[in-house]
């Protein structure tokens, strides 16, 4: 055995990152001749026993050879290896029956059951070159696995020509793992970029053994970060609304913090519809999304039930725009945008099936460029833009704010209010001269502008007093005072006997007191240690007099008198659960709530007909269930005590298993005006096959908003959609193929989308 001074280079986080390397490429040689466990082992005892040895590690790393036999030719300044030969080198190793070492240039010839592994890529062969240093190597009758893009390439002569580049003769490629792939890749010579391109030359796709379709040249994707490049067209067939509609997007990655895609849409029963999308990342405090669109619009135009007439029967210039801005000055100083416009009040009624704003909806605004709350579909009523800035200190907070509101509900927006702008202040709650009480207080300036209606100025301050007291152990108290002042001055010219400016004061007292009851109980079971469950009542008075408000502007906000008591309880179940290693976590599992409102100034109102007077509201109950992850459940209720029957009920019910089962059931309704139900379905059928189901129906009017039947036959590496989905206007036809690695033709905008500044 040759000595092996030289293993210094291995440190523990040289060889924790060694056997990480090699665990993640197990899937590509697991299948492989059986070798995989013993190369395991192999290597294991190889690089524990370097470990041992271990001083310190050098950049480049030297290299140590273990083999059954070597030899040393001093002329040649080779040495020679023979017999389970394992050359370990800086973030890779070298197994083969014989290796032949050049010391100068650490350049090693092996031979029999060669397997590489380098950075993240594994090499196998009968014979191979390898340039240690550079990284570089010639394969003969091998295989490459691409880890990061999980790729297979087989081929009669495979050149590495860099750390990610490729180049094979008589190629082979695919991302399905086994030796029967379910589709593949052939060329007679192939060019591979890792985060770049592939081009093949007389290229052929095969499904199994069966080729699909032939081409003289090739170029397909092998990326993992950004590149620029065409994405894959999304097709829809819609028989009514497009026609055909296909969409080609572009992105441009213009640099490290910024890209943008170009949307190429042609609707044949519409005409050419072009968008860009822009996304900027300059520094880590600022960065924002722009989007515009435009269409030339040649129709059809169908009118929806109950919709507003349009104003136009022919081609019509449709647009839309959309700005989300943000810039952190520092941590108590920033300013941020949304701009959201529209051409006409149809764009979303339209357009509901697909658009930039549908695909890119998110109810959460965690990712910096995914800060669309609104879901553009023709239910949307409108449309708000805002610019703010925004100050804190430690007990102030001061915006400044402009908003614009697009009403889709109206025939003209020119009765909109707008806020031009608005600045609002807002005091914190904190301890008044060190005492126990508390003050805290809210400003706001708007000046309220429209085209039609009264407009102008208005101001309000509203500072409020409350003393939090505990009455023992039990009980706590909370009575509070709030002030409201007022002053308008109106600026428009609208011919009226009220006053064109003016002030008003009110004020209003109350208090809560609230208590809460627990108990804990010993469950022991495996998963469950403890349940707690607290019952909590709370009563609320309010207190407002009536006051005059005749000359009030109708922009202004009108005070009610009041004089009410609200009661509620609730029950709440949190259990304590046992973790692994003895850790410990809770869950709240269900949360229920009844609450009531009594009116005295409705109860000492004299009755003009018997039994029109009633003091008592609805009752209002929240129930929450959510016993484990598969299961979730929310009811929000209102009981009219009167009617002796519901007033609104809302419940959304989502249930799912281990195997990838779902449903989620949500049901909405208010007497006399909404009722509808949403349905969404996915049923594993096998392994491989998916069925979905979506439909939504008002069962007010009894119409079918949308019935989707879907099917989805995934694979390892590959998969199929199948949708059929029914309007109230029309029928739409999708299918969508996914190659994994190299993408979908069908695919939709929400995966598509790259983050600047970020890898996918």
Known sequence: MF???????????????????????????????????????????????????????????????????????????????????????????????????????????????????????????DKVKFEIDTKRGLVYEGNVFLEKNHFYIKGSKIEKKGVATYHVNNATATTCDGDSPDWRLMSSKMDVTIDGYGTMQHGRFLAKDIPIFYTPYMLFPAKTTRQSGFLFPQINYSEKKFGWDVELPFFWAISESADATLYQRYMDKRGFKEGVEFRYFPSKDSFGTFYGDFLDDSGPFIDTSGGISRNWKSGQKRWSLYLNHETTFDSSLFFRADIRKVSDSWYFKDFSNQNYYRDNYSQTELGKFRRITFFGDESLGSLDSTVRLTKNWQLYNLTALISDTNNFTTVSNDGTLQRYPEITMKGIKRPLFGTRLNLEFDAAYDYYYRTVGQMGHLFDIQPALSLPLNLGDYLQLTPQVTGKATYWDRGDNSVTT???????????????????????????????????????????????????????????????????????LTNSFLARLKGKGGGKSYLEFMRFKLSETYDFIEAARGEVIPGDKKPFSD?????????????????????????????????????????????????????????????????????????????????????????????????????????????????????????????????????????AGETK
């Open 3 to 125: 000595p092996t001074p030289m293993l210094s280079f291995l440190d523990l986080s040289s060889f924790i990152r060694l056997i990480l390397r090699y665990l993640q490429c197990l899937p590509c040689v697991i299948y492989r001749k059986g070798r995989s466990l013993i190369v395991v082992l192999l290597f294991l005892m190889i690089t524990t026993h370097s470990l041992m040895a271990a001083e310190a590690e050098i950049s480049k790393g030297p290299v140590n050879i273990e083999a059954d036999s070597i030899a040393y030719n001093k002329e040649e300044d080779t040495f020679h290896a023979k017999g389970d030969v394992v050359i370990t080198f800086s973030q890779g190793f070298l197994m083969a029956d014989s290796v032949v070492l050049y010391r100068r240039t650490n350049d090693a010839f092996a031979e029999g059951h060669v397997m590489i592994l380098s950075e993240d890529d594994l090499m196998e062969g």
């Open 498 to 568: 009220q006053n064109k400016s003016g002030d008003r004061e009110s004020y209003t007292i109350g208090g809560t007191a609230t208590t809460e009851i627990h108990r804990i109980f010993n469950v022991g079971g495996q998963r469950v240690d403890k349940i707690r469950h607290g019952i909590i009542p709370e009563v609320t008075y309010t207190l407002a007099p009536n006051i005059k408000q005749d000359s009030l502007p109708d922009y202004a906000t009108r005070i009610s008198e009041q004089n009410s008591i609200t009661y509620a």
């Open 619 to 755: 009752i209002d109950m929240e129930l929450d269930i959510k016993p484990f992850q598969y299961l979730s459940f929310s009811a929000r209720n209102k009981y009219g005590v009167y009617i002796k029957d519901w007033n609104q009920t809302n419940y959304d019910l989502s249930l799912s298993d281990w195997r990838g089962d779902t449903a989620t059931i949500g049901y909405r309704y208010t007497k006399s005006s909404v009722e509808e139900i949403n349905l969404s379905l996915k049923v594993a059928v096998t392994k491989v096959i998916d069925i979905i189901h979506v439909m939504r129906r008002n069962l007010l009017d009894k119409k079918t908003l949308e019935t989707t039947f879907g099917l989805n036959y995934h694979k390892q590496c590959w998969s199929v959609d199948l949708k059929v989905s029914d309007t109230e206007n029309d029928r739409t036809y999708t299918i969508l193929f996914n190659f994994f690695g190299l993408g979908g033709i069908g695919q939709s905008q929400t995966t598509r989308t790259r983050t």
